[in-house]
Nanobody, 121 residues
């Protein structure tokens, strides 16, 4: 079992910045990917950024150039720096942990409780 706790959400004006953090604890895995999903009101939950345990990053087109994901492996913590925020970024943001279970040759997925980000125009 992996527990994830997000923090840093809030209300910000368009063009502003926020920094989200997510700390993982419990039965973490050496080989893993941490990232973020988000769900806007009335919309489906979509992935938009992740970073592997060796530092490889991926971003959805909607956030490229504005958001930066990073991690501290020693702390099992992932960060999301969000700049140039737009009203369409308003959503619940969920931290995600994907760990490789070598014993069963499978990946296990966990999500945090979510943190709200609201961007006003």
């Amino acid at each position: 079992q992996v527990q994830l706790v997000e923090s840093g959400g809030g209300l910000v004006q368009a063009g502003g910045s926020l920094r989200l953090s997510c700390a993982a604890s419990g039965s973490t895995f050496s080989i893993n990917t941490m990232g973020w999903d988000r769900q806007a009101p009335g919309k489906q939950r979509d992935w938009f950024a992740d970073i592997s345990s060796d530092g490889m990053t991926k971003y959805a087109d909607s956030v490229k150039g504005r958001f930066t994901i990073s991690r501290d492996n020693a702390k099992n913590t992932v960060y999301l720096q969000m700049n140039s925020l737009k009203p369409e970024d308003t959503a619940d943001y969920y931290c995600k942990f994907l760990g490789y279970d070598a014993s069963y040759n499978t990946w296990r997925a966990y999500w945090g409780q979510g943190t709200q980000v609201t961007v006003s125009s």
